[in-house]
């Protein structure tokens, strides 16, 4: 199953921001979208969520065109998108936010109960299920938002900057919990400023730069690349 770009191309006026990009997103994998300030990786991140709309081209999942669909249909179709910014309601417990999540399905009490219980199992917080949203660490609560949107029954994950605001211990803990979620099937998508987190975790990489897709492979691959050491690594 693949997320694809295809001849994405983005203008705000006479400005260009993203060149007829084409991209194929392996959903049975871990992807980087990588790049400088300022060289459109946001802007891709957020036509591929359903933030914004391109000026030309498609996004097509499961060899459908999505390009209109908008943030919940997309969830519906399986792509969960978690944005940078807190989105646990901080005055609600660990259990209550994860409870809230089902609210939305058609599920019986008996069954939230038991969906709830095991998310707060699988990801390790069932030891900060009655503290309130706005106690928790930032590694905490980006452990909460990303078992809150399990309950989505998700296919692919998007996550926004998901190791940032967050220590070494905390972004190791996100790393492992990341690559868990990968090996039960889900694809994930990450958009983040920390090069060697990143590159850590993803089998593929994809670097922007001046609104063109630049480099694409393994790290590995990507790292050895010398556009990409001259223009972003800053070898």
Same mark, same amino acid.
């Given at each position: 199953?693949?997320?694809?770009?295809?001849? #994405? =191309?983005?203008?705000?006026?006479? !400005?260009?921001?993203?060149?007829?990009?084409?991209?194929?997103?392996?959903?049975?994998?871990?992807?980087?979208?990588?790049?400088?300030?300022?060289?459109g /990786?946001?802007?891709? %991140?957020?036509?591929?969520?359903?933030?914004?709309?391109?000026?030309?081209?498609?996004?097509?999942?499961?060899? =459908?065109?999505?390009?209109?669909?908008?943030?919940?249909? @997309?969830?519906?179709?399986?792509?969960?998108?978690?944005?940078?910014?807190?989105s646990? %309601?901080?005055?609600?417990?660990?259990?209550?936010?994860?409870?809230?999540? %089902?609210?939305?399905?058609?599920?019986?009490?008996?069954?939230?109960?038991?969906?709830?219980?095991e998310?707060?199992?699988?990801?390790?917080?069932?030891?900060?299920?009655?503290q *309130?949203?706005?106690?928790l =660490?930032g590694?905490? @609560?980006?452990?909460?938002?990303?078992? @809150?949107?399990i309950?989505?029954?998700?296919?692919?994950?998007?996550?926004?900057?998901? %190791?940032?605001?967050?220590?070494?211990?905390?972004?190791?803990?996100?790393?492992?919990?990341?690559? /868990?979620?990968?090996? !039960?099937?889900?694809?994930?998508?990450?958009?983040?400023?920390?090069?060697?987190?990143?590159?850590?975790?993803?089998?593929?990489?994809?670097?922007?730069?001046?609104?063109?897709?630049? =480099?694409?492979?393994?790290?590995?691959?990507?790292? *050895?690349?010398? #556009?990409?050491?001259?223009?972003?690594?800053?070898?």
């Amino acid at each position: 199953m693949i997320l694809k770009a295809d001849k #994405i =191309s983005k203008n705000y006026g006479k !400005k260009s921001i993203l060149h007829d990009i084409d991209a194929d997103i392996n959903v049975n994998e871990i992807s980087g979208l990588l790049g400088p300030n300022g060289a459109g /990786k946001t802007t891709l %991140f957020y036509i591929l969520a359903g933030l914004l709309q391109p000026s030309e081209g498609e996004i097509i999942f499961d060899k =459908s065109i999505i390009t209109r669909k908008t943030i919940s249909e @997309r969830a519906n179709l399986g792509i969960v998108y978690l944005p940078q910014e807190p989105s646990i %309601f901080r005055n609600l417990s660990v259990l209550e936010n994860i409870k809230s999540a %089902f609210e939305t399905q058609k599920i019986n009490k008996v069954d939230i109960d038991l969906k709830t219980e095991e998310i707060l199992n699988d990801f390790d917080i069932e030891s900060i299920a009655m503290q *309130k949203g706005n106690q928790l =660490s930032g590694g905490q @609560r980006r452990r909460v938002e990303i078992a @809150r949107s399990i309950s989505l029954n998700p296919k692919f994950i998007m996550l926004d900057e998901p %190791f940032a605001g967050i220590d070494p211990i905390a972004i190791h803990e996100i790393k492992e919990l990341i690559k /868990k979620l990968s090996d !039960k099937g889900l694809g994930i998508l990450i958009s983040d400023h920390n090069v060697k987190a990143t590159m850590d975790i993803c089998n593929e990489i994809f670097i922007i730069n001046e609104g063109c897709i630049i =480099s694409k492979g393994t790290p590995e691959e990507v790292s *050895k690349n010398k #556009i990409v050491k001259k223009t972003y690594l800053g070898e």
